[in-house]
Each structure stands twice: as structure tokens, then as C-alpha cells.
């Protein structure tokens, strides 16, 4: 870890966090207090803290490895909206754990606007990947060009995007037909 480029390890910590905001409130907590010691690569917590963010992934793969159950389905969030910025933006500019943390981001908003996210959560999560050194928004996109991106991704069914979004910590909810206007509103406050 200590090799690798500077932006390299924010991006790789947005992956753990996904995990401890979707599945291990204990662990978003553990990151929350930990975060100086963390970014620095503890040599005790580190190595533990990426163990039970890889656990956490390997049992949901585990759980429906040929994805046929749905459960691996929270293991996207943040990332509807993150590869739809990857694809905008030409794969050039953010590194996969940036623009899923913006992605993130947008599904916290998402959620918050159509009364599942509260309030508080989307204030600690933004907190949280701030904390990391990860973007929470990227200025100076065109919204609608994300969004068309959006309507490309692979998770998309009959048309409608499954949104993953968080009820509180730990806790997932997958939602269709969120209304277009509230998507709109959010991507235009995360890109213009």
C-alpha cells in the first residue's frame, strides 16, 4: 500500500467505506474514529480494517455468486451514479473509488429526497469521505449527459435504474422509478 500513487489509496478506502455504510455500522464507526490513523497506514489497523471490509464483499459474492438472488445488488452502491461520471468523463479523470464516492454521494441525496436517507446520514457520510481526501462532488458537467449515462449501465432493467440507498447504517434499500425530477435535481447540485 505504502507503493502506491498518492490518489490511489482514497480511491481504495471509498470501496471500504461502501461496505461499512451498506453492511457494518460498527465498522463505519471504527473508520470514522480511525480515519487519521487509517489514511497514515496504520500498521496494526490497517491490515484488520481491509480484512473486514474483503469479508464483507466475499460473503455477499458468496451469498448469490451468479447473482441471481438480488443480494449482491446493495454491493452497487454509490456506483450507478460513479460509472455513469467514469463514462463522461472518458475513464480519464477520476479513478473508480472517486467517482463512486461522488456516486455515493448522489444516492445519499437520492435517497434523502424521497424520505428513506435521513438527513444526518448524508451529513456523515459526506463527513466520512471528505475525512478520506475523496470528492464529493465534481463541477462542471453536463447532468444530463450523466444521466444519459446512466440509462446505459448494465444494472439497468426494462429502462428503470435500481437505486441502492441507505435507510441508516447498515441498513439497504433497493428502489425503482425514483422520479426523474429528484435524479435530475440531485446531479445537477453533484456536477454544475
Known amino acids: 500500500l ?3 500513487p498518492e490518489r490511489a489509496l482514497p480511491s481504495g478506502w471509498a470501496e471500504v467505506i461502501k461496505h461499512a455504510l ?3 455500522p460498527a465498522l463505519l464507526a471504527e473508520m470514522e474514529r480511525n480515519a487519521s490513523r487509517l489514511r497514515a497506514l496504520d500498521r496494526e ?6 480484512a473486514r471490509s474483503s469479508a464483507i464483499k466475499g460473503r455477499l ?10 443480494r449482491r445488488t446493495i454491493l452497487n452502491y454509490g456506483h450507478t451514479i460513479g460509472h455513469a461520471l467514469e463514462a463522461v468523463t472518458g475513464y480519464q479523470r477520476l479513478l473508480h473509488g472517486e467517482a463512486v464516492a461522488i456516486g455515493m454521494m448522489g ?3 437520492i435517497g ?12 456523515r457520510q459526506r463527513r466520512l469521505l471528505s475525512s478520506y481526501g475523496l470528492p464529493v462532488s465534481y463541477k462542471g458537467l453536463d447532468p444530463e449527459a450523466v444521466q444519459q449515462a446512466m440509462g446505459l449501465d448494465k444494472k439497468v ?3 428503470t435504474i435500481q437505486w ?3 435507510e441508516e447504517s447498515g441498513k439497504t434499500v433497493v428502489r425503482k422509478g425514483v422520479p426523474q425530477d429528484v435524479v435530475q435535481s440531485v446531479l445537477a447540485k453533484l456536477f454544475s
Open 112 to 123: 434523502n429526497a424521497v424520505g428513506v436517507t435521513p438527513a444526518p446520514l448524508v451529513a
Open 22 to 24: 451498506i453492511l457494518d
Open 107 to 109: 444516492a445519499a441525496m
Open 157 to 159: 432493467s426494462g429502462g
Open 164 to 166: 441502492v440507498l441507505l
Open 45 to 50: 489497523l490497517t491490515p484488520q480494517i481491509i
Open 2 to 4: 505504502q507503493t502506491l
Open 61 to 70: 459474492v458468496e451469498e448469490d455468486e451468479k447473482e441471481t438472488l438480488g
